[in-house]
């Protein structure tokens, strides 16, 4: 009996530490005003001015943005950043945003490339603070269409550092599929010739490539932007998805494995991200990649610095050193993506790669409908309805999936 | 002998007078392990159950409600998912008890004394490998241009591609040692000459197996069966790698916590599984199994 007393004290002291660590998150940015953005993010100072190299930064990187040699020796950009600098890099890559926004909580890494999806919650959480931009001096390069973006700044203050930007575009095999597709819909035909070998994203976010197709398909539907969807656009995006589901052969999140799918064909059609296509074309994969009449979602990054981090001054150095014209040029190159760096054209080993990807082309980048965080606050400006958040999205991509 | 004993004997003679004490010290270390970290453990997970998230900063919001579980009774999708991830781990429990009792029986009962030891390394070889590889193998295996499909192409058949079918091959494959070896250690306690005394009563073999053997052996496989099937209840490994575009309770744990960061629902979907063990524990606790582990 005494035995089973001390047994339940020590439970209940375990749940009150739990209950009293949990509680320490409440504070947070539901306050009254909200900004622009539908949000008033927590207050958090910008660093003023650089200090000694911490000697050692963890970054937490999309797979391609911080090679190190460990997938291609001849692929290092991190080593010549610690030679440089002092700074001893660890490299962490991530599946899919929501996992970069979960790992940030842990305050371990120093700095991460966040894709708009992922940014705002973010900066929302007070993960990620503002970024003095004045201390990176290779920011003035940066295409001015990419700074101050909702996806990067909140009531312009700057969050981050560009990277660069790009589509998730239509992968096919050459060999399988003719003519060559020039639209999504043999993603989303129910009568899809290609049936069980669609490859689609594994995240809620791939939402959005539905709202796209409806976009295009469905103008009654009135979807102006794939990340403000009320009620009706949603559950027809979300119908969409369902339908495609028996055609889908996979979905992936671990770019690797889309990688050997299509090798293999296994998949031969499906959404993919450039560095995909070109890694399975260098491994002899007859593929070919386009953005599809309909337009297409993407991604606009942007490196930025933990609210927690130890190793600002390495955090700072290595922003202006990933987004240095050499390097940016090296990373897009290698990634398959348009810099940030307005210099960073002149030092690609292919020329015309600035052009494939339209770098300074700010029409073309207005075309892709980059991530963004869904937020009940319409994005598209609508204040009559409210629009579906982020955890509706991923309850309902739970019920895609079933 | 006058001279004060050393400490030591004087600490042995104290404990031995005090055998509670003894005991108490003993098995302080064991209880607390097991009364904070495992039970605590499981509190803390059933506590966070009636919590929830904020979704936009997905910082933890600890209001009390029942609305996670709500959600997990109301929304057939889970059920779907529960009853696919029960259907999974009841097939591998039977495919892995049917390969396993002939291979343990042999090992047990035909095999030379050395023979036997090589079969028990040999079986337990593929626990040495890394699970990653092993499923991965299966990956490769079960490709449009994998090995399964080249071997059934003359026959006019191709392989079961990524799914629910891949996923039992891949999980039985995964777990089948563990069924192998709790069977062959019961099968090796049976003594034969109940086996010659069931011949000598005029028994043919089957009828000595279905009377004799399995009635004695059933204990051990129902024993392998709790680690065959729990293994894949909470299973989302090999789903993710073979699957296809299904998934298991898990995954849905999985994507809770890394995708939509939402650690008190992934809570609420943790507990199905323990539920559904306690369940089935109650029920093989009848058959004597647990004193076979």
């Given amino acids: 009996m005494k035995n089973r007393k001390t047994l339940l004290a020590g439970l209940c002291g375990v749940s009150l530490l739990l209950a009293a660590c949990g509680t320490s998150g409440s504070d947070s940015s539901t306050g009254s005003a909200p900004g622009a953005q539908g949000f008033t993010p927590p207050k958090l100072a910008a660093l003023t001015q650089l200090g000694q190299p911490e000697g050692q930064l963890n970054v ?52 991460v490339s966040a894709s708009g999806d992922a940014s705002l919650r973010l900066v929302a959480s007070g993960d990620v603070e503002p970024v003095n931009t004045a201390l990176v001096p290779n920011y003035n390069d940066v295409y ?59 995240s809620p976010i791939y939402i959005a490539d539905a709202a796209l197709y409806l976009m295009a398909h469905q103008p009654d539907l009135g979807i102006k932007n794939p990340y403000a969807l009320d009620d009706k656009q949603f559950n027809a995006a979300v119908d969409l998805l369902k339908k495609q589901r028996p055609n889908v052969s996979e979905y992936w999140s671990d770019y690797l494995k889309e990688t050997q799918s299509l090798k293999n064909a296994d998949a031969v059609i499906g959404t993919a991200w450039q560095v995909t296509v070109n890694l399975a074309k260098s491994e002899g994969a007859p593929l070919g990649a386009t953005v599809p009449s309909e337009g297409a979602t993407g991604w606009s990054d942007t490196w930025m610095v933990s609210a927690k981090s130890q190793h600002k001054t390495c955090a700072y150095k290595w922003m202006d050193y990933i987004i240095s014209p050499k390097v940016n040029a090296q990373v897009a190159e290698y990634f398959g993506e348009a810099p940030a760096n307005s210099k960073a054209c002149a030092e690609m080993t292919d020329k015309t790669l600035c052009d494939t990807y339209h770098a300074n082309d700010a029409a073309y980048a207005a075309k892709i409908q980059y991530w963004t965080t869904p937020i009940q606050q319409c994005l598209d400006g609508r204040t009559d309805v409210k629009c579906k958040d982020y955890g509706d999205w991923t309850k309902a991509w739970t019920e895609i999936k079933g | 002998m006058t001279a004060v004993s050393p400490p030591s004997r004087r600490a042995s003679a104290f404990f031995f007078r005090k055998p509670k004490l003894r005991l108490g010290i003993l098995l302080s270390a064991p209880l607390l392990w097991l009364g904070l970290a495992y039970l605590g453990a499981l509190a803390a997970l059933f506590i966070t159950a009636f919590w929830s998230t904020d979704v936009f900063t997905g910082k933890v919001v600890t209001d009390w409600s029942f609305d996670n579980f709500v959600t997990l009774f109301t929304d057939s999708v889970y059920r779907t998912i529960t009853l696919r991830t029960v259907g999974i781990a009841l097939l591998v429990t039977v495919i892995d008890a049917v390969i396993a009792f002939p291979m343990a029986f042999a090992m047990a009962k035909l095999a030379s004394p050395k023979a036997q030891r090589i079969l028990v390394i040999a079986v337990m070889t593929p626990l040495w490998a890394s699970y990653l590889v092993k499923a991965y193998a299966w990956r490769t295996l079960l490709s449009g241009n994998g090995a399964i499909s080249w071997l059934l192409s003359p026959f006019g058949l191709s392989g079961p591609g990524y799914g629910v079918a891949a996923t039992v091959i891949t999980l039985s494959y995964l777990w089948l040692p563990y069924m192998i070896l709790p069977i062959y250690a019961g099968l090796e306690r049976l003594p034969d000459s109940l086996v010659d005394a069931s011949g000598d009563l005029g028994a043919r073999s089957f009828r000595t197996f279905r009377s004799v053997i ?16 729990s293994l894949s209840l909470g299973d989302y490994i090999a789903v993710k790698i073979v699957g296809g575009t299904s998934q298991m309770l898990g995954n849905v744990v999985y994507d809770n916590i890394g995708a939509a960061n939402n650690l008190p629902f992934a809570a609420t979907v943790a507990i199905v599984p323990v539920v559904i ?17």
């Fill in chain 1, 60 to 111: 937490l990187a999309w797979p391609g943005y911080a090679e190190n040699g460990s997938n291609d020796s001849k692929i290092n950009w991190v080593k010549p950043f610690e030679d440089q600098t002092g700074c001893k890099v660890t490299v962490k890559p991530f599946g899919t945003s929501d996992e970069a926004v979960t790992l940030m909580k842990t305050g371990q890494y120093d700095v």
């Fill in chain 1, 144 to 202: 001015p269409f990419l700074k101050n973006k909702a996806w990067n700044s909140v009531n312009n203050v700057a969050y981050g550092i560009p990277h660069g930007w790009g589509a998730n575009v239509l992968t096919y095999r050459t060999d399988k599929v003719s003519p060559e597709p020039t639209s999504w819909s043999p993603m989303f035909d129910v009568n899809s010739p290609y049936k069980g070998k669609i490859i689609a994203y594994d």
């Fill in chain 2, 277 to 293: 063990m306690l369940v089935y524990l109650a029920v093989v606790r009848r058959t004597g199994a647990l004193n076979n582990l």
């Fill in chain 2, 214 to 229: 399995l009635p004695l052996a059933f204990p051990a496989i129902v024993a392998g069966s709790i680690f065959t099937f």
